[in-house]
């Protein structure tokens, strides 16, 4: 075993110093996605599972659905976006000077890792051993899984914030998306954002995975209190299946409806609510009532789990995409008095 | 090393052939569609092996059932992802020979 898991460390880095060195930005995606891989597997060997399945699930799965997605748009604008076409000859005093500024940020950058490690040596061992700690209390978090425990009841905090940093940032990709669509000509669009008709085996196969993608979510979410698994990668799962279903051509959450929002805010919501509603008793913030902090887990959990899937899936589908006519779009803004003209021409 | 051992050992073996000669044929083959040829078989043939040498170590009748609904998952995925690259391919290449043709 141990020669599999110096395999994977190396295999680690050479991915991640592959994602940085490749010059096409296609191939620094792949390498991402195999790097998320093999850390999902690192984790696993590492006996933590539960980080292996949000790594294999966000970090692999989603992050680089999205990355390619953003590829496949930088590539429909490579005429106009492209920053290594603009084939200047390399300036080399400018490049010497990178080269210094790159060796002193990772000199000082090792410097701080030794200095750390080397305090952490000296630090005397800590007084109480977390695990013990997790173990000796976890009767009263409500679930029998110390992760779940640890984040939903002892650390619930840092699970609120998690999940409002979420929700800010689809807020934000909401609110870029939607300036974009009232600026640029929402007729033009609808012709040109049409896809082709999918192929029909892949139409089959996306009705074939996704209730088997929901009942593995649920799975999940109900593994949570037990076992690894939990909202986050349910919800992870979630947003894959709405991921298929999109380019299956399927429309989920494709406008911006109420209904879209609710779902979005809905697991913040709740966990706020029960966050504040035992100050009412004059409680301290975020303590669960005895005897139901289960329950109360659960369905913090499970608002969260469609919060989740639901923002993963709208940060892909909700993506402000920058329009295909783009030169005319970049004409607009750069003469003025011609914008009307071009507008007029085009009507 | 009983019979089964060295059953489970044959086809796992025979399984990471297939993948190593899957990798190989990849890196190897000239264009897209024999690079897909070769991927496809270390997907279905390779795991196809490897699960059925994993199969006598299960100790419940649910994870075989896991392990086979596994394997029936990635051959559906991958058959269906080789055909739609193939797909997008040719699609590309017949675009790129009526563009030449004007």
Redesign the interface.
């Known amino acids: 075993m141990m020669w599999f898991d110096l395999a994977l460390g190396l295999g680690l880095i050479i991915a991640a110093i592959g994602v940085f060195r490749s010059e096409d930005l296609f191939r620094a995606v792949v390498l991402f996605v195999t790097f998320g891989i093999l850390l999902a597997l690192t984790w696993l060997r590492l006996q933590a599972p539960d980080l292996a399945l949000a790594e294999a699930a966000i970090g692999a799965g989603i992050t680089g659905v999205l990355l390619l997605d953003t590829l496949g748009v930088f590539r429909q604008h490579e005429q106009d976006i492209n920053p290594r076409s603009s084939s200047q000859l390399p300036d080399i005093s400018r490049q010497w000077a990178a080269n210094v500024l790159a060796l002193i940020a990772c000199i000082s950058a090792a410097g701080l890792l030794a200095w750390s490690l080397f305090n952490t040596l000296k630090m005397p061992a800590p007084h109480h051993n977390l695990v013990t700690v997790v173990e000796a209390n976890i009767a009263y978090s409500g679930v029998s899984h110390g992760i779940t425990a640890v984040l939903l009841n002892f650390r619930s905090y840092d699970t609120l914030l998690e999940v409002a940093v979420l929700l800010v940032a689809i807020v934000i990709g909401i609110g870029l998306r939607e300036r974009v669509t009232t600026s640029a000509n929402a007729t033009s669009d609808e012709g040109q954002s049409k896809l082709s008709e999918p192929?029909a085996?892949?139409t089959s196969?996306v009705r074939?995975?996704l209730p088997?993608l929901l009942i593995t979510a649920i799975f999940v979410l109900w593994a949570g209190s037990t076992r690894p698994g939990g909202a986050f990668q349910a919800g992870a799962l979630i947003a894959a299946a709405g991921v298929l279903a999109r380019l299956g051509q399927i429309d989920i959450a494709a406008r911006v409806t109420t209904i879209l929002r609710l779902g979005l805010t809905l697991g913040v919501f709740i966990f706020l609510i029960v966050a504040v509603s035992p100050m009412l008793t004059g409680k301290p913030f975020l303590t669960y009532p005895a005897g139901w902090e289960g329950t109360l887990i659960l369905l913090i959990e499970f608002m969260l789990t469609i919060s989740i899937g639901l923002i993963l899936l709208s940060l892909f589908i909700q993506a402000p995409r920058p329009r295909i006519p783009a030169p005319v779009r970049n004409a607009i803004p750069a003469t003025g008095p011609n914008a009307e003209t071009n507008k007029g021409g085009d009507q | 090393m009983t019979l089964l051992n060295i059953f489970q050992t044959l086809f796992i073996t025979i399984g990471c052939l297939f993948f190593l000669i899957g990798t190989i044929g990849l890196l190897r083959f000239p264009d897209v569609l024999t690079r897909i040829h070769a991927l496809t078989k270390a997907d279905n043939l390779g795991l196809g092996f490897i699960v059925i040498g994993l199969i006598p170590s299960m100790s419940t009748a649910a994870d075989i059932a896991k392990l086979i609904v596994c394997w029936v998952?990635i051959l559906?995925?991958s058959s269906?992802s080789a055909?739609?690259v193939a797909?997008q391919h040719i699609k590309k290449s017949k675009e790129f020979k009526d563009h030449d043709v004007v």
């Open positions: 192929p085996l892949l196969l074939l995975l088997l | 998952l559906a995925a269906v055909f739609l797909n």
